[in-house]
């Protein structure tokens, strides 16, 4: 009795393990038949499809881990978007020091031209009694 549970284990692992292996292999790499007979063979013959796939059909030296494709990852685990993060920040901060200083300069520049509009009239108006005078 638990000889059979330990081979219907076995079996379903292995079917599983070639069905997925198939599934997650590039269908230009498989060798022998197209990915698509493969999954067929797979399930009609799932112990011997398995076999025959990690023999014959299974690309040579490589592993679906292995392969090389890149998989979407999430903004905080990507180093090209954090990069980019943090220089935008740094130039939105540079920015907003920059219109800060400028807008200091601004008042100072209007409250200049305040004082010296004010001394240029009050200069004006002396210079035009003494000329009455």
């Not at 979407?72 to 200083?101: G, I, M, V, W």
Request: proline content about 5%.
């Amino acid at each position: 009795m638990l000889l059979r549970v330990a081979l219907a284990v076995a079996v379903l692992v292995i079917f599983v393990y070639g069905l997925v292996d198939v599934i997650r292999t590039d269908g230009r790499l498989t060798r022998g038949i197209s990915k698509p007979a493969w999954i067929v063979v797979m399930i009609v013959l799932p112990v011997l499809g398995a076999i025959l796939w990690l023999l014959i059909g299974r690309p040579r030296g490589t592993s679906p881990q292995q392969q090389s494709q890149r998989h979407p990852t999430a903004p905080d685990d990507d180093p090209d978007f954090l990069r980019n993060l943090e220089a935008r920040r740094r130039h939105q901060a540079e920015a907003e020091r920059l219109k800060k200083l400028k807008d200091e300069l601004d008042a100072k520049a209007a409250e200049d031209d305040a004082k010296g509009a004010g001394k240029d009239k009050h200069e004006t108006d002396e210079h035009d009694t003494d000329g009455l005078k």
